[in-house]
């Protein structure tokens, strides 16, 4: 398996010996992102660098371990929930009426996400070649969730990252209300009451 460098410029504290043990020049740039054109994934930048800046990770990911549909659909019901507790705990920050208030309510709704992220990273969005995160990408791009919504790089990583998965479609049960994704070729039945084709509708991500 090949390997490239990359960096976490929050973790860069600027000793620059990445610079001088690069024997291809790939870690010197003025932007301090990781050549990877140049980068040959050797390693000896990761190994210099004293703050645990850099890393070496895969070229090409397999694909992402695959979930149950019933793990997925109470995930994405979480998520909801999760979603809606952030907006409460915003609106609570933006009207109270003091600084204690609002100090606790930002803090309350940056732990809300930062759960949420947890929860969708272990739903199937943790790697950029996966089927959903394609999907959730192609949806921004047709109805951005923001009006600042770069639709424009959202674009150009769907054109440079290929899905390396099955398409998969999400399902929504007429009897008991679950939401699931189904994987092409798979069986399609509800995993939670097992309704099976007309009581199931295609519902967009």
């Known amino acids: 398996m090949k390997y490239k460098a990359v960096r976490n410029i929050r973790l860069c504290t600027k000793d620059c010996l990445c610079l001088y043990v690069c024997p291809t020049g790939a870690t010197d740039t003025e932007n301090s992102i990781i050549d990877v054109n140049k980068c040959i994934g050797c390693g000896d930048c990761a ?34 929930h ?11 920050a933006q009207t109270s009426s003091s600084d204690e208030l609002y100090r606790l309510m930002k803090a309350f709704e940056k732990s809300i996400r930062l759960v949420n992220e947890d929860i969708l990273r272990e739903s199937g969005y943790m790697l950029p070649q996966s089927t959903q995160v394609h999907d959730l990408l192609k949806t921004w791009i047709q109805d951005p969730p923001l009006d600042d919504f770069p639709r424009d790089i959202a674009q150009k990583l769907l054109d440079m990252i290929p899905c390396n998965e099955l398409p998969v479609k999400r399902y929504r049960c007429k009897v008991c209300g679950a939401i699931f994704e189904i994987k092409e070729g798979e069986e399609l039945i509800c995993p939670i009451c097992q309704a099976t084709q007309d009581q199931l509708e295609i519902i967009d991500f």
């Not at 210099?48 to 997925?72: F, H, N, R, T």
């Not at 999760?82 to 609106?91: T, V, W, Y």
């Open 82 to 92: 999760k979603a809606r507790q952030e907006q409460l705990a915003k609106q609570l």
């Open 47 to 80: 190994k210099a660098c004293p703050s645990g800046a850099i890393s070496m990770v895969p070229q090409d990911y397999p694909p992402q371990q695959s979930k149950e549909a019933s793990i997925l659909s109470l995930s994405h019901v979480l998520t909801h």
